[in-house]
């Protein structure tokens, strides 16, 4: 079975600019989640979709938005690029959602640079 | 979800065992212990979880004790690719979601 496929790997583009990333579960996999990892404040939950739904959403601002397709593909948008929004973005997809045993499955991540 | 406390970082020495200890004092009866780790530039990688037995698999085994604040990754037999930043992540298991708390982890290094 194929893993979780990110695209772009890596992006650089100019504050004020905006960015879309796309993210390819596992296949079957419904839930999509997305993380951004900077160094200085490590891990963090953006948001996550199951069945093309947004079911929870961490706390970042109203310039990070998702969505999900029918077909559990799930792209990440980043209006109005800040210095700060350099990080790398992971995406992780599970079967389904909150089940005991709801192991997550991580991409590679894209690396995004905002100059 | 509980708050998990980790060391910053350990050694291991390759061939022994690595023994990760991870605190989780406030945990509640329904929170269930994962752990992840990330080796450098991939995605975090999932391990092994459980919620009050302890639990071995392929990579490795899960001890937490019998009051559930602590716990303790295992594994026996560490090679170099097993340097990576360990994570322990304690959450509600239901279907309100996946999301998942990382704290600051703990980064082991496997020296010859």
């Known amino acids: 079975k194929a893993g979780v496929t990110q695209t772009p790997r890596y992006l650089i583009k100019t504050r004020g600019q905006q960015v879309t990333l796309s993210c390819s579960p596992i296949?079957?996999?419904?839930?999509v989640s997305w993380y951004q990892q900077t160094p200085g404040q490590g891990l963090q939950f953006l948001f996550e979709?199951?069945?093309?739904?947004?079911?929870n959403k961490g706390n970042f601002p109203g310039r990070f938005s998702g969505r999900q397709f029918s077909n559990s593909r799930s792209e990440m948008n980043v209006s109005t690029l800040e210095l700060g929004d350099s990080a790398l973005y992971l995406c992780?997809?599970?079967?389904?959602?909150?089940?005991?045993?709801?192991?997550?499955?991580f991409g590679p991540g894209t690396r995004l640079t905002v100059l | 979800d509980a708050k998990t406390t980790q060391p910053p970082s350990m050694d291991c020495a390759e061939g022994r065992a690595a023994n990760l200890p991870c605190n989780h004092s406030?945990?509640?009866?329904?929170?269930?212990v994962y752990w992840y780790r990330q080796i450098h530039s991939q995605g975090p990688q999932y391990i092994i979880h459980g919620l009050k037995n302890n639990e071995t698999n392929e990579m490795a085994s899960l001890i937490i004790t019998e009051d559930r604040k602590s716990s303790t990754l295992i594994l026996p037999h560490a090679t170099l690719r097993d340097t990576a930043v360990y994570y322990c992540i304690v959450r509600v298991e239901s279907n309100a979601g996946n999301m998942l708390t990382f704290g600051g982890g703990t980064r082991l290094m496997v020296k010859p």
């Open positions: 992780a997809s599970s079967f389904q959602g909150g089940s005991p045993y709801n192991e997550q499955f």
């Open positions: 406030t945990i509640s009866g329904n929170e269930y």
């Open positions: 979709y199951f069945s093309e739904t947004q079911r």
């Open positions: 296949s079957g996999h419904r839930s």
